[in-house]
């Protein structure tokens, strides 16, 4: 049916506010400054904008600890910047999206005041709260996910309050009705104000019973969702995403098969392949191309026609996925091509994260004292007391840590990057004068260039969207193959996820002519038994 949904042919580009356009120069990126970037995006030809949370915060979570749903944090801008961005995006054929955060909110939101002030407020129970064992101490011996325990106490009513993430978040209380109408009628006051849909953060966990695992999907999660379809979703065509650490193929089709309350779910198999069991992240493992490809191949081969997917390799969370996958040295632009590419290939919506398009790399962080993630200080304790050392800690940190993707975004090579005219929040990555859009957008084979390509292939190609997946070769160390078919179409895919050139034997499948609709090197117009690769080839060819 080419009649589907809008999100299907669309691509996302998702924007960290705080680090995409600072245009009042205080070094914080805001809405004007992003509405005076939406040509960018629109020459990019992406379809939405992911937009991370742009409410008043205290920003110790960089505004995933909101103070207050249905107001603009004041260094970003006001809520009629707010209402001028949804329409010169729409203007440009852009929705926007917006970062759902109900699992919790900031312990400086009027309800948590409240709650925390007496036992006896209405707002007491919008919250998990209590008793402590004797002796002092907590609940339970629950960890928080940034570290430490995930309770704190109250003196004011003698209670703990459970927050899984940092204290400065409290978890909110989704076994209470009054709650979720609070949630249902503030979701409700964004879509009037024309938004295209929601990403759900850790949407998994309002589904949680507060005596199981953290990253257990918590056995209310479907009455959760259920509920929010029947009294906000229902009838709307908005797009919703949700975010889950611990979804996996036993669940994704709850999720987001047909008729299910969410089109398409964030999940993370491919990314912790590269973390360690214990130490997680601040250990990091090697993640190769087999690896790689037989994690996504799972995950097609499982969606199948059945549900949709979320196609990412970089996030506001996660390392610049060159430095991850590709190579961050020569090889920046040819192997963040050939990884755009098979993200571009795959079956899904893709998410292009801020920077991306431009070949954005890591920075270094030389101390734990520039580092700016809560998270690794909340985690650092812990780890080294569980005999992690403090070099493999900022290892971590470094290869695999969140503050990677939030060094302010790279317009030109001048001193504040084209990001801000004052002093940025984040210093840029050193590479800012040579990496920048305006370099990028100059070179007919650059990365932007390369990018635009892609998601305009997605307009133009059914194939692309409503194509199954078939993969090839699935145990070649190096090259990732597969084919889209739907009826007589069929796009046949190579990628040399390697910096080495590679010699294979295809199968049938994979061979005849074709038109080269992605190619990286030159143009092949068509495939047979034997080929080699080179370094970092993509090539896919239309039958
Ligand atoms: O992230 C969910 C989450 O658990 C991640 O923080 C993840 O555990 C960690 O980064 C491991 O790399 C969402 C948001 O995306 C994140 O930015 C917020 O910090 C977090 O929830 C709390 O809202």
């Given at each position: 049916d080419v009649a589907s949904p809008w999100w299907k042919s669309a691509v996302g580009y998702q924007i960290y506010p705080r680090s995409f356009c600072d245009s009042d120069g205080d070094g914080v990126g805001d809405i004007p400054g992003i509405i005076s970037r939406l040509d960018h995006l629109a020459d990019l030809g992406v379809g939405f904008i992911w937009l991370s949370p742009v409410y008043a915060s205290p920003q110790r979570d960089n505004g995933y600890d909101i103070s207050d749903y249905q107001a603009i944090h004041h260094e970003y801008g006001t809520l009629e910047d707010f209402d001028r961005l949804v329409t010169e995006a729409r203007d440009r054929g852009i929705g926007i999206v917006m970062d759902l955060v109900v699992n919790h909110c900031s312990d400086e939101h009027a309800w948590f005041k409240a709650a925390a002030a007496s036992r006896d407020a209405p707002e007491h129970d919008l919250f998990v709260w209590r008793e402590g064992r004797p002796?002092?101490?907590?609940?339970?011996?629950k960890r928080a996910i940034f570290g430490g325990p995930a309770w704190t106490y109250v003196a004011a009513v003698d209670r703990w309050y459970l927050h899984l993430f940092s204290p400065g978040q409290p978890d909110l209380n989704w076994d209470n009705p009054d709650l979720r109408d609070r949630i249902w009628s503030m979701m409700e006051w964004w879509i009037d104000r024309g938004i295209a849909g929601f990403r759900m953060d850790v949407i998994d966990l309002i589904g949680k019973d507060v005596d199981r695992g953290l990253f257990d999907e918590g056995p209310h999660i479907w009455d959760r969702l259920g509920e929010m379809h029947d009294r906000v979703l229902k009838g709307r065509d908005l797009l919703t995403v949700g975010e889950s650490w611990a979804v996996s193929r036993d669940t994704v089709l709850q999720y987001v098969a047909d008729a299910t309350p969410l089109a398409m779910m964030f999940h993370f198999d491919h990314v912790k392949l590269g973390w360690d069991p214990q130490f997680h992240k601040f250990r990091p493992r090697e993640v190769t191309p087999l690896m790689l490809k037989r994690e996504i191949t799972a995950w097609q081969t499982h969606l199948r026609e059945y549900g949709w997917d979320a196609l990412f390799l970089s996030n506001h969370d996660l390392p610049r996925h060159i430095s991850r996958y590709g190579d961050d040295g020569v090889g920046r632009v040819a192997s963040g091509k050939a990884l755009a590419a098979m993200l571009h290939l795959l079956r899904g919506t893709p998410f292009v994260y801020q920077g991306e398009e431009i070949g954005m790399i890591n920075t270094r962080a030389a101390s734990l004292a520039d580092v700016e993630d809560l998270e690794a200080h909340g985690q650092y304790e812990g780890f080294m007391a569980n005999g992690l050392t403090h070099a493999e800690f900022m290892e971590g940190v470094n290869l695999n840590g969140r503050d990677n993707a939030r060094t302010p975004m790279q317009w030109d090579g001048g001193p504040g990057a084209g990001f801000t005219a004052g002093t940025p929040w984040m210093p840029l990555n050193p590479n800012s004068r040579e990496v920048h859009v305006a370099a990028d957008r100059a070179d007919p084979d650059g990365l932007f260039a390369f990018y635009r390509h892609l998601i305009g292939l997605r307009r133009e190609l059914p194939v692309l969207i409503h194509g199954g997946f078939q993969a090839y070769l699935e145990d070649h160390p190096a090259v990732f193959a597969f084919t889209r078919g739907w009826h007589e179409r069929r796009l046949a895919v190579l990628i040399n996820l390697t910096g080495e050139a590679q010699a294979l034997e295809l199968p049938d499948a994979l061979c005849g002519s074709g038109r080269p609709v992605v190619h990286t090197h030159a143009a092949r117009r068509g495939l047979q038994g034997r080929v080699t690769l080179e370094p970092w080839e993509a090539v896919a060819l239309l039958r």
């Open positions: 002796g002092g101490l907590p609940p339970t011996d």
